[in-house]
């Protein structure tokens, strides 16, 4: 059932093992309940499972150590970054010990005039680009949460930004991973292009903490742009924000951030956040460029706008105000989950050709209307992307079925119009029947690659696909 975490097969921890951890990591081998509870929940809507035990690295060879120990005695490892994650992917639903990546926060090197820089998994990408402001460089990807890149690079995160600056797959040039083994590799130098062998980088890209663990990454950077503009507009309707973004995009206009937000979640925003926006369909616009080239976007969606039933744009150009307008945006999440006193959240999301968006959203606002669960529409819709927040009775098994089957509409929808049921949450526990939906014979091919480099199911068991 939808909101359980179902456990697969998990026993204790041999003493033996237990020993070895308290003598190597002491300390920061915990087993307290306070401990383990932050480390078996997350941010969704399944329940809490608990690890066996809770270890906090903080360097490269720690975490060989650990591989090699838990290898030898059997014992699973979940790689744990900020437990923001939406589809269960760091619950340790096997037991075993959760391996906490936050305390290697380190930037080792920026590389300005290469645009790229070194991290270490648990650095979050909101103290990245503080360390990075005063060289003029910025980070992109932003998936919204302050996560760390560990995480993001596990989960392929998207975010705000994609439109113009893409995805992590994009954002990653190079990582070090501990294998299986406890064998360190690096997956490629920092060039920004290769044809040397099997693209490796990519492989773990979004793998989830299945294949190896994450040491270190290697990030693509951009230059802070001279001018950044941001905007807010609202709509007679959600169709007509929705054309506004196709038109745009179709138009080859470089927006760097679109998001739409359907009325009752302008509404949840509002109260949350203490804004004052009118409570329509809404987007919020970033651009970013030369004076002259914001001018000339600027202009173009306007008129695309205007002609779609849109408003005046209420401009946010301070960085006070587009701090906190983004804000606002960033805690959507919990602005529509809160609307309900009690309420837990269901979040889900899917990604169709641009082609596609606006009549998958109307669909999918049809069924929102006529539901009995509160639901909200909000997404970063430049790049077809979208999500849905449920807003669930945790006590009404009812609105868990009914969830679940407007989820499965959206899913399946999507896949029709030859999208995916995933733009940017991962599978973990809670898409693995879509996956196979959507990519059939595919995912058998994943198996063995997961089967070849982790043939004890040592890393992560259970998230993407059942072996």
């Not at 309707?237 to 973004?245: H, N, Q, R």
């Not at 004076?291 to 976007?297: G, I, L, R």
Request: proline share 5%.
């Amino acid at each position: 059932m939808a909101g359980t975490a179902h456990s697969g097969e998990r026993r204790p921890l041999p003493a033996s093992l237990v020993e070895a951890l308290e003598e190597r990591f002491r300390g920061r081998f915990q087993r307290g309940d306070a401990v383990l509870g932050q480390h078996g929940s997350s941010e969704s809507h399944f329940a809490p499972v608990l690890p066996d035990a809770v270890v906090f690295a903080r360097s490269t060879d720690d975490v060989v150590a650990l591989v090699k120990l838990c290898a030898a005695a059997d014992i699973p490892i979940v790689p744990f970054g900020a437990g923001t994650s939406i589809e269960g992917n760091a619950l340790a639903i096997n037991g075993g010990i959760s391996l906490d990546m936050s305390q290697m926060d380190q930037v080792l090197a920026v590389n300005a005039e290469d645009f790229d820089c070194v991290v270490q998994p648990g650095v979050r990408r909101e103290e990245l680009n503080l360390h990075l402001r005063d060289q003029g460089l910025f980070f992109p990807i932003d998936p919204g949460a302050n996560a760390t890149i560990g995480g993001m690079t596990s989960t392929r995160a998207s975010g705000t930004n994609a439109v113009r600056y893409g995805t992590m797959k994009d954002a990653v040039l190079s990582l070090e991973v501990v294998t299986p083994q406890g064998t360190v590799i690096r997956t490629a130098r920092r060039a920004r292009k290769s044809a040397a062998g099997y693209d490796l980088t990519r492989l773990y890209v979004g793998s989830e903490g299945t294949l190896g663990i994450i040491t270190e990454v290697t990030l693509r950077l951009h230059p802070v742009p001279d001018t950044i503009s941001a905007a807010v507009c609202s709509f007679e309707a959600l169709g007509g924000a929705v054309d506004t973004v196709v038109q745009s995009i179709q138009s080859a206009v470089p927006i760097a951030r679109v998001e739409i937000l359907d009325a009752k979640q302008m509404i949840a925003v509002n109260r949350w956040s203490k804004l004052d926006y009118p409570e329509a369909p809404t987007l919020f616009f970033e651009f970013h460029g030369s004076a002259m080239n914001v001018a000339e976007q600027v202009e173009t969606v306007k008129a695309l706008a205007e002609a779609n039933g849109g408003s005046a744009f209420n401009w946010s150009n301070l960085p006070e105000e587009r701090s906190k307008l983004w804000r606002a945006r960033h805690e959507a999440y919990y602005a529509a989950v809160n609307m309900r006193a009690g309420a837990i959240g269901w979040a889900t999301d899917v990604c169709v050709p641009i082609s596609r968006l606006a009549e998958c959203i109307a669909e999918t606002h049809v069924d929102l209307e006529a539901a009995t669960v509160p639901a909200t529409i909000l997404g970063h819709v430049g790049d077809g992307n979208f999500h849905v927040i449920f807003s669930i009775d945790p006590n009404a098994p009812d609105e868990m079925a009914e969830v679940e089957a407007i989820n499965a509409r959206l899913v399946g929808r999507a896949l029709t119009m030859d999208g995916t049921c995933t733009g940017e949450h991962g599978i973990g526990i809670g898409k693995q029947e879509w996956l196979v939906a959507e990519l059939g014979d595919a995912v058998e091919q994943m198996r063995m690659i997961k089967r070849a480099l982790d043939p004890q199911n040592l890393l992560n068991p259970g998230k993407i696909f059942a072996l």
